[in-house]
């Protein structure tokens, strides 16, 4: 069975720019979560999506989209880049709200 | 306010000895606990759950013990082993309706001593 694949692993954007990333879940998996990692912060939650709906959101800026399509594939954008939004961008599916979430590798965003 | 705290930023052991990570929380709504484990530059692997219905759940060398009343719990790694040595996170979820959102600890690196 294959996992959660997110896509590019790795992008480098100028500030000002805007970026879309991808993630597909593991097959049959409905939920599909956004969470950030960086050094000081540690994993924050974007939000999440169930069935091309998005249930939750965490605190973050409306610059920080998504979108989940109806074969339960995710994107994330991010738009007008700042510095501060280099960091490793992590995608998690879930089947239930009673199972475990399983992360994908992560793409790692640079901003310069 | 962090609302799940592992306290530890990192633990070292030796390889064959008990490593003990340890994690409270604040918010009496979570219900469900999970430890993932963490290698640099990948995200981070499902290593075991508890329920809050339990106090123990074992998976081969892992352990995780819930003490609902200190709203804290702790991952037993039994032998520790060098493949072990990555950072560990307490994760936490709420209970009631769809919500899926996990609450992380900043996390602690174990490293294991050959």
């Known amino acids: 069975k294959a996992g959660v694949t997110q896509t590019p692993r790795y992008l480098i954007k100028t500030r000002g720019q805007q970026v879309t990333l991808s993630c597909s879940p593991i097959?049959?998996?409905?939920?599909v979560s956004w969470y950030q990692q960086t050094p000081g912060q540690g994993l924050q939650f974007l939000f999440e999506y169930f069935s091309e709906t998005q249930r939750n959101k965490g605190n973050f800026p409306g610059r920080f989209s998504g979108r989940q399509f109806s074969n339960s594939r995710s994107e994330m954008n991010v738009s007008t880049l700042e510095l501060g939004d280099s960091a490793l961008y992590l995608c998690a599916s879930s089947f239930t709200e009673n199972t475990e979430a399983f992360f994908g590798q992560g793409t790692r965003l640079t901003v310069v | 306010d962090q609302q799940v705290k592992q306290n530890s930023p990192s633990l070292s052991v030796q390889e064959g000895r008990i490593s003990i990570l340890n994690c409270d929380y604040t918010?009496?709504?979570?219900?469900?606990f999970l430890w993932y484990k963490k290698y640099p530059a990948e995200g981070p692997t499902f290593l075991i759950s508890i329920s809050s219905i339990k106090d123990k759940n074992e998976d081969g060398r892992f352990t995780v013990f819930l003490n609902k009343s200190a709203k804290h719990l702790s991952l037993h790694i039994v032998p520790s082993q060098p493949g072990d040595s990555a950072v560990y996170f307490c994760?936490?979820?709420?209970?009631?309706?769809?919500?899926?959102?996990?609450?992380f600890g900043k996390g602690t690196l174990l490293t294991v001593n050959p």
């Open positions: 994760a936490a979820r709420s209970r009631g309706g769809s919500n899926y959102k996990l609450t």
């Open positions: 918010n009496s709504m979570f219900d469900y």
């Open positions: 097959s049959g998996h409905r939920s």
